[in-house]
């Protein structure tokens, strides 16, 4: 795989004089016997020409590498011999980058690159929905690593394989639509089964008890407790949270307005993105206690700088990540069973059913594009709810 390879050989330099970096890659022989080389120059980093590189192998740097690999053939490539990666190249990847959002686009090059090797070279009209299938039980048996900060190594999820494969599809979708292939095989594979997995999430009073843990008069430590509070009290994603400006603050009528996230790699690679769906766009209410917290922790962060996100201590984004560490920490020191982060959301949805929120409600502030995301997702707590209601009647009857 051309992104495999790169990262296995060294196409990236530095120039010594500039202190700058750039990419270096050869392409092949052409048909007078001279080498075909690419190079770019001017970056400032080693991944910024790293990124540059792997963008032009996928897109022209992949073209004029097929065009120099089949000079001197007497016989073009037709429709019924044309490969998945070959078509995945010339046909697909440009196109699909220019009608998905980044981060759509980022994670399925992921997925090219780590998950559907096995395509590369079988031809379009080849791919069959058994092969397919057995693929899917080949990728049920991988294992993962549990996150980016762990040594254990866990099965891929039935949830994730699915969406890999729901990849695979549109890939597929395309080359049914330009002709190359009469139908799609994906569609004769069903989904794997989903898994009965309860979502995890904190009641109020193990979230009190957790918060406090944060008792230290540091600005740091007061950042940090006020990230957890608004993403339990509010159900915001920390994406959200961290994209959030104090432009998206009505502090008059205690609400917020969500309309970017924060996509963070590294320090040196992050950027602000819309949301996927219109659904997400929102305004939410916040309360007058929240809304109280934000003023001062406004006047406090003032203290260091103008910042234009509510959450900033430097002028720098804190990785997700590292959010992450802290309440586990902390959720340790407590006594309490670490949550991941996002588990927050999960925290603050519970919270609202326990106190009998509607549905749809509920649909609208988290930001679902439907309500069978909200009902698939927390489904098993409203019959907990529904059980406190029975309770309610039996009380009132006896």
């Not at 400006?245 to 307005?257: E, G, L």
């Not at 950027?271 to 916040?286: F, H, L």
Request: include cysteine; charge should be positive.
């Amino acid at each position: 795989m051309l992104g495999e390879n790169m990262a296995n050989q060294n196409y990236i330099y530095q120039d010594s004089k500039k202190k700058t970096w750039y990419y270096k890659v050869f392409l092949g022989i052409d048909s007078n016997g001279k080498k075909v080389q690419k190079t770019k120059r001017g970056f400032k980093t080693r991944k910024e020409a790293k990124d540059a590189l792997e963008m032009y192998m996928m897109t022209e740097g992949y073209k004029l590498k097929l065009e120099i690999r089949n000079s001197g053939k007497k016989e073009k490539k037709t429709i019924e011999s044309i490969t998945f990666e070959d078509f995945y190249h010339l046909h697909f990847t440009e196109r699909y980058r220019l009608e998905v959002k980044r981060q759509t686009y980022e994670n399925a090059q992921f997925i090219y690159q780590t998950k559907l090797q096995s395509f590369y070279p079988l031809k379009l009209t080849d791919i069959t929905a058994s092969y397919i299938e057995e693929w899917l039980l080949e990728l049920s048996r991988t294992a993962t690593r549990n996150s980016r900060r762990s040594d254990d190594f866990v099965p891929l999820s039935k949830s994730y394989i699915n969406r890999i494969k729901g990849h695979l599809k549109i890939i597929l979708d395309r080359a049914v639509s330009e002709g190359y292939i009469a139908f799609n095989p994906v569609d004769n594979v069903p989904n794997l089964p989903k898994e009965n997995q309860k979502v995890e999430f904190w009641e109020l009073d193990e979230f009190k008890k957790v918060m406090e843990q944060f008792k230290d008069s540091t600005i740091q430590c007061k950042q940090r407790k006020l990230v957890y509070e608004i993403l339990f009290y509010s159900g915001i994603r920390i994406g959200e949270l961290e994209a959030l400006t104090w432009d998206d603050v009505d502090f008059k009528n205690h609400r917020i307005t969500i309309k970017n996230t924060l996509v963070y790699k590294n320090k040196d690679d992050w950027y602000i993105s819309t949301p996927k769906t219109k659904n997400a766009y929102r305004n939410i209410g916040i309360g007058k206690v929240l809304s109280a917290k934000l003023v001062e922790w406004k006047k406090l962060q003032s203290k260091i700088g103008n910042f234009k996100y509510v959450i900033q201590l430097d002028g720098t984004f804190t990785p997700p990540y590292c959010f992450a560490s802290w309440l586990k920490q902390a959720a340790i020191e407590a006594g309490v069973k670490p949550i991941k982060l996002h588990a927050l959301r999960h925290s603050h949805v519970a919270l609202l059913i326990d106190k009998n929120v509607q549905p749809l409600l509920i649909k609208e502030r988290m930001g679902h594009s439907n309500i069978q995301i909200t009902l698939g997702t927390y489904g098993h707590l409203y019959a907990k709810s529904d059980e406190k209601i029975v309770s309610s009647i039996d009380s009132l009857l006896g």
